[in-house]
């Protein structure tokens, strides 16, 4: 009976309304979000990181693009920018014996910003040069121009001018469209834009400044404008754009000649979506870019003046694009590849994917939508007989396999399958699926934390909820690492400084120091001013000697951190901190203390006394982090030290002795001194305690030599000496009896 009315409710379990209702939910919620800033800008973040995987194993750029860079060399030799036109000139000409295809300049030599007084003024005659050179070569030259809305009357050239003879009549489809179109241009001088071919170079910038497409073709009334990269296309294919182009938006731009077919893909505004393959060093690794002024000197040397033997770059047959590569100048930006990176790369990618039909694929939204709805479901019904474990499993697994398609369909096809909405709405999808149960656990947690949230502080609670079987209530004996700090000249600080501007520091440092506590599984017990108590072993407990270490560790990169933030404070003009650390190990007493109405989980015994004693002593001997006999023999196979002295503290009878905790074994290089000079301190200390104090002296005085402000090593030297004149009692053991907390 049970059995048959358990097996019935199954199907209900797999179809209930939850189960059918909220893919479709969610995959609603996934259209929405792709269509949100912060989602875009995301998922072309993970773009970028396909890019940049991709970039490892792509073939070489195509030979026939070449790259002429206006570098800083350029610069220095030949003023600065812009040129003298003439010079523009002379370089066509001497370079048109190379023999390249077309000249493409991605520059505008626009005369609006001479006449504004935004740029040196450029003599009528440089000008006239230029384009008496241009009217002499066979050569395709492009120039590039750049495109304005209505708003740009009082600026530029109207539109239609330039249209009229360099734009071209095109089909129904693309001149009534949405392709992205402008009112106004700037063009180079008139001389110059009546002579030479043009193209747009007009680049929209994302939010994260990277140019991720561009606007292929541009409408000018009835008449198309192309590209700078698609007028270089067509003077190297020699492709007539009226008869062999043809453009329908959101779907391609159909090449259709005697020497060449392409499909360019291309969405509804006319953009191109440029699918990144190379960055400025990919072009110098195949040797596809060169300097302008060291090309233009080695081609005239090499062709005007004759001379033998000159290597010039070889640019038969190519497109030569001319671009700006130098620091400061407006044509650089982001890039998936680098924050700076010329822009001139973006028409060299796009050109490279034409050239390769390399193009980058968008799945349409209709079918991302489907495969969501089919992934969610799947996610869904699987695991709905299954634990909780297997209902997170199944759904991460499913996902998992999803991002990895994406990243393998973008390696082997350039399809871009988006992942940051899908994976968002994915992860909304199963969050609202496992929810009571999550709510049920919290409500547990809670509960816990209530009747724990009067007497034990929030850090010991965390730990508390990671092991709750770990604790002991009433008090227990265990065996911990406790470590102390504390700030030297911390209270002359306060007396000085901006009480604010003091906190905002304290907290940077507290943030920084605790955050190494917690990575190394310590328990912070308490702040006592400017000083922090942290221990190791008294809720989770790993062994003495993971625990010590581990300790020992935190301390480490505490002062690793410490170092990070006096540099970025001494940029600031804020005071450096100094700080002591002492740890110690031993067996305390783990347990609540206090009154019913207010209580303390809290560890007590002669090992935190000591711990508190040692951290005090860094003052006396110049040091950082100062460890006890328990620790060392916890810890000394694992890291490195050197001895301090024998001391007997406040409160105890017999001396301990102490040591100044280094590095790690394995990492001798975060040492704060030179192993050299370690090794003799070591044989000075050995020495001292052997009472041969005449040894002592010259060892301890040679370490002063390289480090004459180490305190330790001045103590020892003044007791060394003293002990020459006046030795100590037969019965001496090497202790220092401090008579200070």
């Given at each position: 009976?049970?059995?048959?009315?358990?097996?019935?409710?199954?199907?209900?379990?797999?179809?209930?309304?939850?189960?059918?209702?909220?893919?479709?939910?969610?995959?609603?919620?996934?259209?929405?979000?792709?269509?949100?800033?912060?989602?875009?800008?995301?998922?072309?973040?993970?773009?970028?990181?396909?890019?940049?995987?991709?970039?490892?194993?792509?073939?070489?750029?195509?030979?026939?693009?070449?790259?002429?860079?206006?570098?800083?060399?350029?610069?220095?030799?030949?003023?600065?920018?812009?040129?003298?036109?003439?010079?523009?000139?002379?370089?066509?000409?001497?370079?048109?014996?190379?023999?390249?295809?077309?000249?493409?300049?991605?520059?505008?030599?626009?005369?609006?910003?001479?006449?504004?007084?935004?740029?040196?003024?450029?003599?009528?005659?440089?000008?006239?040069?230029?384009?008496?050179?241009?009217?002499?070569?066979?050569?395709?030259?492009?120039?590039?121009?750049?495109?304005?809305?209505?708003?740009?009357?009082?600026?530029?050239?109207?539109?239609?001018?330039?249209?009229?003879?360099?734009?071209?009549?095109?089909?129904?489809?693309?001149?009534?469209?949405?392709?992205?179109?402008?009112?106004?241009?700037?063009?180079?001088?008139?001389?110059?834009?009546?002579?030479?071919?043009?193209?747009?170079?007009?680049?929209?910038?994302?939010?994260?400044?990277?140019?991720?497409?561009?606007?292929?073709?541009?409408?000018?009334?009835?008449?198309?404008?192309?590209?700078?990269?698609?007028?270089?296309?067509?003077?190297?294919?020699?492709?007539?754009?009226?008869?062999?182009?043809?453009?329908?938006?959101?779907?391609?731009?159909?090449?259709?000649?005697?020497?060449?077919?392409?499909?360019?893909?291309?969405?509804?505004?006319?953009?191109?979506?440029?699918?990144?393959?190379?960055?400025?060093?990919?072009?110098?690794?195949?040797?596809?870019?060169?300097?302008?002024?060291?090309?233009?000197?080695?081609?005239?040397?090499?062709?005007?003046?004759?001379?033998?033997?000159?290597?010039?770059?070889?640019?038969?047959?190519?497109?030569?694009?001319?671009?700006?590569?130098?620091?400061?100048?407006?044509?650089?930006?982001?890039?998936?590849?680098?924050?700076?990176?010329?822009?001139?790369?973006?028409?060299?990618?796009?050109?490279?994917?034409?050239?390769?039909?390399?193009?980058?694929?968008?799945?349409?939204?209709?079918?991302?939508?489907?495969?969501?709805?089919?992934?969610?479901?799947?996610?869904?019904?699987?695991?709905?007989?299954?634990?909780?474990?297997?209902?997170?499993?199944?759904?991460?697994?499913?996902?998992?396999?999803?991002?990895?398609?994406?990243?393998?369909?973008?390696?082997?096809?350039?399809?871009?399958?988006?992942?940051?909405?899908?994976?968002?709405?994915?992860?909304?999808?199963?969050?609202?699926?496992?929810?009571?149960?999550?709510?049920?656990?919290?409500?547990?947690?809670?509960?816990?934390?209530?009747?724990?949230?009067?007497?034990?502080?929030?850090g010991i609670l965390n730990s508390i909820y990671d092991n709750p079987n770990a604790l002991k209530l009433g008090g227990a004996k265990k065996e911990v690492a406790i470590l102390f700090?504390?700030?030297?000249?911390?209270?002359?600080?306060?007396?000085?400084?901006?009480?604010?501007?003091?906190?905002?520091?304290?907290?940077?440092?507290?943030?920084?120091?605790?955050?190494?506590?917690?990575?190394?599984?310590?328990?912070?017990?308490?702040?006592?001013?400017?000083?922090?108590?942290?221990?190791?072993?008294?809720?989770?407990?790993?062994?003495?000697?993971?625990?010590?270490?581990?300790?020992?560790?935190?301390?480490?990169?505490?002062?690793?951190?410490?170092?990070?933030?006096?540099?970025?404070?001494?940029?600031?003009?804020?005071?450096?901190?100094?700080?002591?650390?002492?740890?110690?190990?031993?067996?305390?007493?783990?347990?609540?203390?206090?009154?019913?109405?207010?209580?303390?989980?809290?560890?007590?015994?002669?090992?935190?006394?000591?711990?508190?004693?040692?951290?005090?002593?860094?003052?006396?001997?110049?040091?950082?982090?100062?460890?006890?006999?328990?620790?060392?023999?916890?810890?000394?196979?694992?890291?490195?030290?050197?001895?301090?002295?024998?001391?007997?503290?406040?409160?105890?009878?017999?001396?301990?002795?102490?040591?100044?905790?280094?590095?790690?074994?394995?990492?001798?290089?975060?040492?704060?001194?030179?192993?050299?000079?370690?090794?003799?301190?070591?044989?000075?200390?050995?020495?001292?305690?052997?009472?041969?104090?005449?040894?002592?002296?010259?060892?301890?005085?040679?370490?002063?030599?390289?480090?004459?402000?180490?305190?330790?090593?001045?103590?020892?030297?003044?007791?060394?000496?003293?002990?020459?004149?006046?030795?100590?009692?037969?019965?001496?053991?090497?202790?220092?009896?401090?008579?200070?907390?």
């Amino acid at each position: 009976m049970n059995e048959t009315s358990s097996k019935s409710k199954r199907p209900a379990a797999y179809f209930s309304i939850y189960n059918l209702v909220a893919p479709v939910v969610f995959a609603v919620l996934f259209i929405m979000l792709g269509k949100t800033d912060i989602v875009e800008k995301l998922e072309n973040l993970t773009l970028d990181q396909r890019v940049k995987v991709r970039h490892n194993s792509q073939e070489p750029i195509d030979r026939r693009l070449f790259l002429l860079a206006i570098d800083d060399p350029s610069v220095t030799k030949l003023g600065v920018w812009p040129f003298d036109r003439e010079i523009h000139g002379e370089l066509m000409r001497v370079l048109s014996e190379g023999k390249p295809r077309v000249f493409a300049w991605d520059v505008i030599f626009d005369s609006y910003s001479q006449e504004k007084g935004l740029a040196p003024d450029i003599p009528k005659s440089s000008d006239q040069s230029m384009v008496s050179a241009i009217g002499d070569l066979e050569i395709p030259v492009i120039t590039g121009v750049m495109g304005f809305g209505a708003d740009s009357e009082t600026y530029y050239t109207k539109a239609g001018k330039v249209a009229e003879k360099s734009g071209w009549e095109s089909n129904y489809e693309a001149i009534n469209s949405d392709i992205a179109h402008f009112d106004y241009v700037m063009t180079p001088f008139k001389e110059l834009w009546e002579t030479s071919l043009i193209g747009v170079v007009n680049a929209d910038r994302h939010a994260d400044g990277v140019v991720r497409k561009i606007p292929f073709v541009n409408r000018v009334e009835d008449r198309i404008i192309p590209s700078l990269t698609l007028a270089a296309l067509c003077s190297y294919w020699n492709i007539d754009p009226k008869k062999d182009i043809r453009i329908t938006p959101g779907e391609a731009i159909y090449i259709d000649s005697p020497l060449v077919r392409r499909r360019i893909p291309i969405d509804h505004d006319g953009y191109y979506h440029i699918n990144y393959r190379y960055e400025l060093q990919d072009l110098i690794d195949e040797k596809a870019v060169s300097s302008y002024y060291g090309t233009l000197a080695v081609y005239h040397q090499r062709y005007n003046l004759k001379k033998s033997g000159i290597d010039a770059p070889d640019i038969q047959d190519k497109i030569v694009f001319i671009g700006q590569i130098a620091v400061g100048m407006a044509d650089i930006g982001r890039s998936p590849f680098s924050g700076f990176s010329p822009m001139v790369l973006t028409h060299i990618n796009v050109i490279d994917n034409v050239l390769k039909e390399d193009y980058l694929h968008v799945p349409p939204a209709w079918a991302v939508w489907n495969i969501f709805l089919i992934l969610a479901y799947l996610s869904i019904i699987l695991p709905t007989p299954l634990d909780f474990w297997w209902k997170t499993i199944i759904p991460v697994s499913i996902f998992s396999a999803y991002i990895g398609l994406g990243v393998l369909l973008f390696l082997s096809s350039n399809l871009a399958l988006p992942m940051v909405a899908p994976s968002l709405a994915f992860l909304f999808l199963h969050t609202a699926g496992v929810g009571k149960q999550v709510l049920e656990e919290r409500k547990a947690r809670e509960e816990l934390r209530q009747t724990f949230s009067a007497y034990v502080a929030p850090g010991i609670l965390n730990s508390i909820y990671d092991n709750p079987n770990a604790l002991k209530l009433g008090g227990a004996k265990k065996e911990v690492a406790i470590l102390f700090t504390d700030i030297r000249s911390f209270t002359s600080m306060t007396e000085v400084m901006d009480s604010e501007i003091l906190v905002a520091q304290l907290n940077e440092y507290f943030t920084e120091m605790v955050s190494c506590i917690n990575r190394n599984g310590g328990t912070l017990h308490k702040f006592i001013g400017d000083a922090i108590m942290a221990v190791w072993g008294d809720v989770t407990y790993t062994g003495p000697t993971i625990d010590a270490g581990r300790s020992l560790q935190s301390a480490i990169e505490m002062r690793n951190s410490l170092a990070s933030l006096n540099k970025g404070w001494i940029g600031q003009d804020r005071p450096e901190f100094h700080m002591g650390i002492g740890i110690n190990f031993g067996k305390v007493t783990a347990g609540n203390i206090g009154a019913p109405q207010r209580m303390e989980f809290t560890v007590i015994g002669d090992p935190v006394n000591l711990a508190a004693r040692l951290e005090s002593l860094n003052k006396k001997f110049g040091t950082e982090i100062l460890i006890g006999e328990s620790m060392y023999e916890l810890t000394h196979e694992r890291f490195l030290f050197r001895p301090i002295a024998k001391v007997q503290v406040v409160g105890k009878q017999e001396g301990v002795q102490i040591y100044e905790a280094l590095c790690s074994v394995d990492k001798p290089e975060q040492s704060p001194y030179d192993m050299k000079w370690v090794n003799l301190y070591e044989e000075g200390y050995s020495r001292f305690m052997e009472r041969r104090f005449d040894v002592a002296v010259r060892l301890f005085e040679a370490c002063l030599n390289d480090r004459p402000n180490d305190k330790t090593t001045k103590l020892l030297l003044e007791t060394s000496r003293d002990f020459m004149e006046t030795p100590p009692p037969k019965g001496w053991n090497g202790t220092f009896e401090m008579t200070s907390k």
